[in-house]
């Protein structure tokens, strides 16, 4: 089936530097890519859509001058946690559709960790 | 604005137990539903999916879903649990048909007792 990575799985950062994640489709194009926050014991949040050759969409109460989304290519998407404070520790998720389909295949995740 | 609701934050069941997961959805239009299952400090996979057709699916792992538009309903089952299926499940609705944005439950941590 479609896989999902992400890069790193787990980062450790300073408070106040930035972090770059990224998301990759393997074996399949991605036009659109989804970004995904997931606080401890809680549900998933969608952050923003990632759109290759577009601006991301962001969904309401998301700062998108702290979380910086590029889709530079149909297969790859990164997410840029900027400034990065404690309140940022999280585990971000990416997913991408197969196709004109709902259907998305997730990436494995990455802890942020921000002292 | 659609939104799912899984009532059951957490379930114990007893391995070779039968499972049932509740997953309530709100959407104006016919949904996509899906159930992903994820472990500890992993990412999602996918147990089933519906999109149309035949209202009783079958995933993997053993595990099926009804779909009863009538109930706004689409839950999860399992005839036998394994100590394996520990983990957490979350319900999905498909945001709209033009778009692939998910909108999830909140979640179901299902623990196995021996």
């Known amino acids: 089936g479609a896989v999902v990575s992400q890069h790193p799985s787990r980062v450790i950062c300073k408070s106040g530097t930035s972090v770059k994640i990224e998301c990759r489709s393997l074996d399949f194009q991605a036009t659109t890519m989804f970004w995904y926050r997931q606080f401890p014991k809680k549900s998933l949040m969608l952050m923003a859509t990632?759109?290759?050759?577009?601006?991301?969409?962001?969904e309401q109460g998301v700062e998108k001058d702290k979380f910086l989304i590029n889709h530079a290519s149909l297969t790859l998407s990164t997410l840029t946690v900027t400034s990065a404070h404690p309140e940022d520790s999280s585990f971000y998720i990416c997913s991408a559709p197969l196709g004109p389909t709902p259907e998305q295949y997730f990436g494995p995740g990455t802890r942020l960790t921000v002292t | 604005a659609q939104s799912v609701t899984q009532p059951d934050i957490h379930i114990t069941v007893s391995e070779g137990a039968s499972l049932e997961l509740r997953c309530n959805y709100s959407y104006g239009a016919t949904p996509y539903l899906f159930w992903y299952v994820q472990s500890p400090g992993q990412g999602l996979q996918l147990l089933l999916k519906y999109f149309s057709g035949d209202t009783l699916v079958q995933g993997i792992k053993g595990f099926e879903a009804e779909f009863k538009r009538s109930q706004s309903s689409f839950n999860l089952r399992k005839p036998s649990v394994h100590w394996s299926d520990a983990a957490e499940y979350f319900c999905a609705v498909a945001r709209n048909n033009a778009g692939n944005m998910l909108t999830f439950g909140g979640g179901t941590r299902l623990m196995v007792k021996p």
């Open positions: 990632s759109n290759e050759g577009s601006k991301a969409t962001y």
